[in-house]
């Protein structure tokens, strides 16, 4: 970027937090701020994916890389138009901040003809049955043993306890479908170099029983979980990865407007196993839309 560029940017930015945003306040009774500051907090912090002066030396608008600087305009255009919620950026900003608290984890969050729920011991037999059937199971190493299902079921639960989110079962009207949420992966993974770090990653991910495909849960379901993660939990990005011949997954991954970073090898599988090539992808909170799990969604 050039220098003429770089001032423009700057002027950009000066007009929207000092400006546009104040003078539309008074037509917005509803956003929770109204000050140049305030408008400048929330959309830097957004941009940084946490309080912008943990990373940006003071006076933001002069020292702000020109990427985050253009994120953060783009987000302040996205509030202009009414495609972003102006709350529930402030919200994130300030659980950021530690000036709120996350609240505890909702039992179950609504979606249109399906819902989001906590695990129940009642879930044990069919998601046993999906993780025994091999077409569910084609791109992990082997299907599962009833046993190792339910351990499994168990640490998908707990998260929820550890985390404040977790992988929520997918229940549709005829019964349990499966499940997609978040959580903190167990194993480490080589992608440091990739991500430019590897401590505190969240990935998101799915696992659905067979007669589930083909009505949209996986994207439905992973936007309603998003959006609680974003929101609620205050979460700065999440990642998602999959064997490189997963294309079922890669197309979902894709729906829900993730960038795909690059490519790496599984630790956990041999050298020569098909399924040892993985593709991962990212999704920062200020590049999904606030209030993204919309569509019927809502908290119960």
């Given at each position: 970027?050039?220098?003429?560029e770089?001032?423009?940017?700057?002027?950009?930015w000066?007009e929207l937090?000092?400006?546009r945003l104040?003078?539309?306040?008074?037509?917005?009774?509803?956003?929770?701020?109204?000050?140049?500051?305030?408008?400048?907090?929330?959309?830097?912090?957004?941009?940084?994916?946490g309080?912008?002066?943990?990373?940006v030396?003071?006076?933001?608008w002069?020292?702000?890389p020109?990427?985050r600087?253009?994120?953060?305009l783009s987000?302040?255009?996205?509030?202009l138009?009414g495609r972003?919620?102006?709350?529930?950026?402030?919200?994130?900003?300030?659980?950021?901040?530690?000036?709120?608290?996350?609240a505890?984890p909702?039992?179950r969050?609504?979606g249109e003809?399906?819902?989001?729920?906590?695990w129940?011991?009642?879930?044990?037999?069919?998601?046993a049955a999906l993780?025994a059937d091999?077409e569910?199971?084609?791109?992990?190493?082997?299907?599962?043993?009833a046993?190792?299902?339910?351990?499994?079921a168990?640490a998908?639960?707990?998260?929820f306890?550890?985390?404040?989110f977790?992988?929520w079962?997918v229940?549709?009207?005829?019964?349990?479908?499966g499940f997609?949420g978040?959580?903190r992966?167990?194993r480490p993974?080589p992608l440091?170099g990739?991500?430019g770090q590897?401590?505190s990653l969240?990935?998101?991910?799915w696992?659905?029983?067979?007669?589930a495909?083909?009505r949209g849960?996986?994207?439905?379901?992973?936007r309603?979980a998003?959006?609680?993660?974003?929101s609620r939990?205050a979460?700065s990005?999440?990642?998602?990865?999959t064997?490189?011949?997963?294309?079922?997954?890669?197309r979902?991954?894709?729906r829900l407007?993730?960038?795909e970073v690059?490519g790496?090898?599984?630790?956990g599988?041999p050298?020569g196993?098909?399924l040892?090539?993985?593709r991962?992808?990212?999704?920062?909170a200020a590049?999904f839309p606030?209030?993204?799990?919309?569509g019927?969604?809502?908290?119960?």
């Amino acid at each position: 970027m050039t220098r003429a560029e770089t001032e423009a940017q700057q002027r950009r930015w000066r007009e929207l937090v000092d400006e546009r945003l104040p003078a539309a306040a008074a037509a917005h009774p509803g956003w929770p701020v109204s000050q140049n500051h305030c408008f400048a907090r929330i959309l830097l912090d957004n941009a940084c994916g946490g309080p912008w002066r943990e990373s940006v030396a003071p006076p933001a608008w002069a020292n702000m890389p020109p990427e985050r600087l253009d994120l953060a305009l783009s987000l302040g255009e996205a509030v202009l138009e009414g495609r972003q919620d102006l709350a529930a950026l402030n919200h994130r900003s300030l659980l950021w901040r530690r000036k709120r608290r996350a609240a505890a984890p909702p039992e179950r969050l609504q979606g249109e003809d399906f819902c989001l729920r906590r695990w129940r011991l009642s879930d044990d037999e069919p998601f046993a049955a999906l993780c025994a059937d091999p077409e569910v199971m084609r791109f992990f190493p082997a299907p599962k043993s009833a046993r190792e299902s339910q351990t499994e079921a168990r640490a998908l639960a707990r998260r929820f306890d550890e985390d404040g989110f977790g992988p929520w079962v997918v229940e549709a009207p005829e019964g349990f479908c499966g499940f997609v949420g978040c959580w903190r992966p167990a194993r480490p993974l080589p992608l440091g170099g990739l991500l430019g770090q590897e401590t505190s990653l969240v990935e998101i991910g799915w696992r659905l029983a067979w007669p589930a495909w083909g009505r949209g849960f996986a994207v439905r379901g992973a936007r309603l979980a998003l959006a609680d993660a974003f929101s609620r939990c205050a979460l700065s990005e999440v990642v998602a990865y999959t064997a490189a011949v997963n294309a079922p997954s890669l197309r979902v991954m894709e729906r829900l407007g993730m960038s795909e970073v690059g490519g790496f090898d599984h630790p956990g599988l041999p050298e020569g196993h098909e399924l040892r090539p993985h593709r991962l992808y990212r999704l920062t909170a200020a590049d999904f839309p606030a209030g993204g799990g919309a569509g019927g969604a809502g908290l119960e």
